[in-house]
């Protein structure tokens, strides 16, 4: 059974770098096709890709946002990290980490299992 | 960038009709576009991916069709538990952009 479980705080300041934690289990990081990608939902909005790792340590990011963010991966610990730096009002919302199961013929995923979500709200 | 368009943005039905949901994409996306429920105060659920393949554990009362720039997601014989916001997200380009959402309501 695949879960995953988003952590992290639910309040920062403008300016300052967030931190995420996916805890997942029911799965291996080390298995060829798979991967961790984050999303976020604004209040009432619809949902944004932000970041994805693949078990090969190939990584990618939404084009909007990807100089803020860095993703990473603790295969031993079952973990990915999301840094996301100079947050604004604008990152207000739920944060989401799936997993991601890669098709070969196009060399993109979908999102199979999603963790519960992670409320973070930038507000000084 | 693709975008990706849902219409309608609300649509009220009773338990048991039939209801169909459209997706366009601004470029092509071959079969590469994915489906999910998404009930308020909770995560968005995969019901399908590919365009037309049901993901573990869906009903089969949930279908999708279509290819290129235009998807079709139907559902037949409305349950209580699908009244909920679907979204339609294309995965052929490293965007996997999401369209805006469509509103399930009871009638």
């Known amino acids: 059974q695949i879960t995953l479980k988003e952590s992290g705080p639910m309040l920062v300041k403008p300016a300052e770098t967030l931190t995420l934690t996916c805890s997942f289990s029911g799965f291996s990081l080390n298995s060829d096709g798979v991967g961790v990608a984050w999303f976020r939902q604004p209040p009432g909005e619809a949902l944004e890709w932000l970041a994805l790792?693949?078990?090969?340590?190939?990584?990618r990011y939404s084009p909007s946002v990807k100089n803020s963010l860095t993703i990473s991966k603790d295969t031993s610990q079952n973990r990915v990290v999301l840094t996301m730096t100079n947050m604004g009002p604008v990152d207000t919302g739920t944060y989401y980490c799936?997993?991601?199961?890669?098709?070969?013929?196009?060399?993109?995923?979908?999102?199979?299992?999603w963790g519960q979500g992670t409320p973070v709200t930038v507000s000084s | 960038d693709v975008q990706m368009t849902q219409s309608p943005s609300t649509v009220s039905a009773s338990v048991g009709d039939r209801v169909t949901i459209t997706c366009r994409s601004s470029?092509?996306?071959?079969?590469?576009v994915a489906w999910y429920r998404q009930r308020p105060g909770e995560a968005p659920k995969l019901l399908i991916y590919e365009t037309s393949t049901l993901h573990t554990g869906v009903p089969s009362r949930f279908s999708g069709s279509g290819s290129g720039s235009e998807f079709t997601l139907t559902i037949n014989n409305l349950q209580p538990e699908d009244f909920a916001s679907y979204y339609c997200q294309q995965y052929n380009f490293d965007s996997y952009t999401f369209g805006q959402g469509t509103k399930l309501e009871i009638k």
């Open positions: 790792i693949y078990w090969n340590d190939d990584k």
């Open positions: 470029l092509n996306v071959n079969r590469w």
């Open positions: 799936t997993h991601n199961v890669l098709e070969y013929a196009s060399g993109t995923s979908y999102s199979d299992y």
